[in-house]
């Protein structure tokens, strides 16, 4: 069963990556554009909220592996981090990008404030991209290495 569960996390952590990736990618872009090419590109967006699906599969089949792990009596600390890394991005979208979702109207309509917004959510999903990548690196070492 370990070794299903880890194949599992380490799908569900890939597909995590696959949107802040996105985001962290397209960012240098992004941040050159003015205010209505902006909230056009902000549109290539609607719908991600599904990934919430994949973030709850990573983290609780992170978790999942850190148990069974532990309770095997092997090492189980880098799916614990992996776990910990995925459930950062949560903290880091709900401290900082939801908030600029909120204030923007999920981009659209833009405040007065909305630079300031734009490098508060570009900056939030670049984070979770160092978070989620970390979660994939940690559960791929420890599937190696066990």
């Not at 069963?1 to 240098?28: E, N, Q």
């Not at 967006?45 to 599904?50: E, I, Q």
């Not at 890394?85 to 949560?90: E, F, H, P």
């Amino acid at each position: 069963m370990t070794t299903k569960v880890r194949l599992i996390a380490i799908v569900f952590a890939a597909l995590a990556l696959v949107p802040s990736g996105a985001h962290l990618f397209s960012m240098p872009n992004k941040l050159r554009l003015e205010a209505a090419g902006y909230l056009v590109s902000q549109r290539a967006y609607d719908g991600w909220n599904l990934f919430a699906i994949v973030v709850i599969g990573a983290a609780l089949s992170s978790l999942l592996l850190a148990v069974l792990l532990y309770r095997a009596g092997q090492s189980y600390l880098l799916p614990a981090l992996a776990c910990l890394s995925i459930l950062g991005t949560q903290a880091i979208f709900w401290t900082f990008v939801f908030p600029a979702n909120k204030a923007t109207g999920n981009w659209t309509t833009l405040p007065r404030n909305w630079e300031a917004l734009r490098i508060q959510w570009e900056y939030g999903h670049a984070g979770s991209a160092v978070l989620n990548m970390l979660a994939l690196i940690l559960l791929i070492v420890a599937s190696v290495r066990d």
